[in-house]
């Protein structure tokens, strides 16, 4: 089938599905404390329908999907998607982004089931930080969860992910160094971005890469780059002088990855969605619900993809919010 390019040249190769809105944390970054108001059943995508939309979008060159939410593991049955996505031709990976909190019982099915790689979002390590912020007293249960993914190698890596805030972030940095110097955890800090339904980004809130870098640096010498990923890849990757353990830094604001930006978002209720800070989405729900056949389905995801935004404005006066904020979207 045609592969999927859009008019700036880029290769569309990687999916993000959310598979459901609802979440089991309320992260302060994220979501109002009150949850917001859930999308109906009928309203959302059928594992049959994320199966079908998947395998076009595979046929048109997409080789990595990764299931998010929403908290993922909150919907039943995931390792029975998994299983249905791992068989489909060409996709090259398959992972999960999960606040971590119920793989204690999930990490095996889900290894079973074909799952390749794994995000743990976990933004502190001690326990009232952690309370505060996700709004739920469950960091245990998160580091057991990780620790009962170990178990299971066919998952690999195991990428632990954590919001980089400013007056929050900076104390806790080296012992996220130490978890990834001990665990076989690759540790990576993202930059907070304005999708928090409660609008609470500020600028000022901003904890730059280059600045846990350099927190980083002055206790462990100068960084040693990891060469040899993608050139989608939207980490900048650090190993250390001893090459024990792997960091990265995930820099959308301050070194914005747009113009290789590889990506495409399904949201739970079938919507696809161009770039996080998309504006508009193409509704496929309502295509895999008409008798439209696949050829249609597909040119329905080209003509989207070909749309896709040039880049986000974050910082400058043309910025606009999405129409959704993070959990809607599938981060
Ligand atoms: N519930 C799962 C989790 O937390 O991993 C998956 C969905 S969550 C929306 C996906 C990722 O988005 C998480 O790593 C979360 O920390 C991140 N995220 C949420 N709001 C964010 C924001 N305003 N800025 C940067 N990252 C954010
Ligand atoms: Fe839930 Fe993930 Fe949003 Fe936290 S970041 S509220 S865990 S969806």
Redo the contacts with the bound molecule.
């Keep these: 089938m045609e592969q999927l390019v859009d008019s700036y040249g880029r290769h569309i190769k990687s999916m993000r599905i959310s598979i459901t809105d609802k979440?089991n944390?309320r992260?302060t970054?994220?979501m109002p404390a009150e949850g917001l108001p859930w999308l109906k059943k009928p309203e959302i995508l059928t594992y049959e329908e994320i199966v079908r939309i998947s395998r076009v979008a595979v046929d048109m060159g997409i080789e990595q999907i990764r299931l998010?939410?929403?908290?993922?593991l909150v919907r039943r049955d995931v390792p029975d998607l998994v299983y249905q996505l791992h068989q489909l031709p060409g996709l090259r990976s398959l992972s999960l982004?999960?606040?971590g909190v119920l793989l204690k019982d999930q990490a095996r099915p889900l290894a079973e089931a074909g799952l390749t790689r794994i995000?743990?979002?976990l933004?502190s390590l001690v326990r009232e930080k952690f309370a505060k912020l996700t709004r739920r007293d469950q960091l245990d249960r998160v580091l057991i969860g990780l620790e009962e993914l170990e178990k299971y190698p066919s998952i690999h890596p195991i990428k632990v992910?954590a919001?980089a805030m400013r007056d929050f972030t900076e104390e806790e940095v080296l012992d996220f160094v130490q978890l990834a110097r001990r665990k076989a955890y690759v540790v990576r800090w993202?930059?907070?971005?304005?999708?928090?339904a409660d609008q609470i980004?500020r600028k000022e809130d901003i904890l730059t890469g280059a600045e846990l870098k350099a927190i980083i640096e002055a206790k462990y010498g100068p960084l040693v780059p990891v060469r040899g990923g993608d050139p989608s890849e939207t980490a900048r990757r650090y190993t250390f002088s001893d090459g024990i353990g792997e960091i990265g830094f995930i820099n959308p604001v301050s070194e914005p990855f747009c113009s290789t930006c590889d990506r495409i978002r399904l949201t739970a209720d079938g919507q696809l969605r161009t770039c996080l800070f998309a504006t508009e989405e193409t509704d496929l729900r309502a295509v895999v619900r008409s008798d439209a056949d696949d050829e249609q389905l597909a040119q329905t995801i080209r003509r989207a993809v070909w749309h896709k935004e040039l880049k986000h404005y974050i910082g400058d006066k043309r910025f606009k919010r999405a129409n959704r904020s993070?959990?809607m979207i599938?981060?």
């Design positions: 979440c944390f992260c970054y994220c998010t939410g929403g908290e993922p982004t999960t606040n995000n743990v979002s933004d992910n919001v993202i930059e907070f971005m304005p999708l928090d980004w993070m959990s599938g981060g």
